[in-house]
């Protein structure tokens, strides 16, 4: 890929997981790195491992600390931060707070996030925001109906940005995997171990299926490539790929 040598990078939600990740390996390739994540001592941590600059707090609003951080400019963004829980199952009640935080962390963080950076962008014609987003954004996921939902929604937010503006020299990329061996995957409860557990990568795999995408400039990423075949069969025939995520969910409910 094009070198990310001295390049301010900012990656929020990196105390672990795909965020710890992604911080490692710009890390490794010379990059000036800001790690994020709501808790200050994780980020401390990881920032310490990698000679990176922790900046904690609530993804939706760091902009600003990153920026001054790494001295006045980002040029690669990463909008890892996530949430997820469990509910919207059959018979189960809606979370209005898990509906609430969903929408703040999945969808509103990018939005204000790419808010604050497309100005500086634009006026230097260069940018690269990426979106940590899942292969649940562009298909679903069994009982976890605001984290499906809102996933679609950072999903379409990228490509939005995508559409708008990259003939101004933006660059987006989403990357949609399914499931990573992270505390998001064991606090999945029995439908992740059912339809995730089984096919799951390390978070490092997404952190190379991401240099790859940027080396062929290539906005959707998918570290489990079956992905495109799920996808594809979902946009041909939404009844047949319904039917069959029922019977999925069915198995699911059985087995609980």
């Not at 808790?39 to 941590?45: L, Q």
Request: glycine share 12%; charged share 20%; with cysteine.
């Amino acid at each position: 890929m094009e070198s990310v040598e001295g390049a301010g990078i900012v990656v929020t939600g990196a105390g672990g997981g795909i965020g710890a990740a992604l911080a490692r390996r710009f890390a490794a390739e010379g990059a000036r790195v800001v790690v994020n994540d709501r808790d200050a001592d994780r980020a401390e941590a990881v920032a310490r491992e990698i000679g990176g600059i922790a900046v904690p707090g609530d993804a939706s609003g760091i902009v600003a600390e990153a920026r001054a951080a790494l001295g006045g400019t980002v040029d690669v963004y990463c909008a890892n931060a996530g949430a997820a829980f469990e509910g919207g199952d059959a018979g189960g009640p809606l979370d209005e707070r898990a509906w609430s935080l969903s929408w703040e962390v999945n969808v509103m963080a990018h939005v204000r996030a790419a808010h604050e950076l497309l100005p500086a962008w634009l006026e230097r014609g260069s940018g690269r925001f990426v979106a940590t987003v899942s292969a649940a954004g562009l298909l679903t996921m069994i009982g976890a109906a605001p984290y499906s939902v809102t996933k679609h929604g950072a999903y379409a937010f990228a490509e939005w940005l995508s559409l708008t503006y990259r003939h101004r020299g933006l660059k987006v990329h989403a990357v949609c995997p399914q499931g990573v061996r992270t505390d998001m995957l064991a606090a999945s409860g029995s439908a992740g171990d059912l339809v995730l557990r089984p096919t799951a990568i390390e978070p490092e795999q997404v952190a190379d299926a991401l240099f790859r995408g940027i080396e062929e400039d290539r906005f959707l990423i998918l570290p489990h490539p079956e992905v495109a075949e799920y996808y594809r069969a979902r946009a041909g025939d939404p009844d047949r790929w319904l039917a069959g995520m029922n019977r999925l969910q069915q198995q699911w409910e059985a087995a609980r």
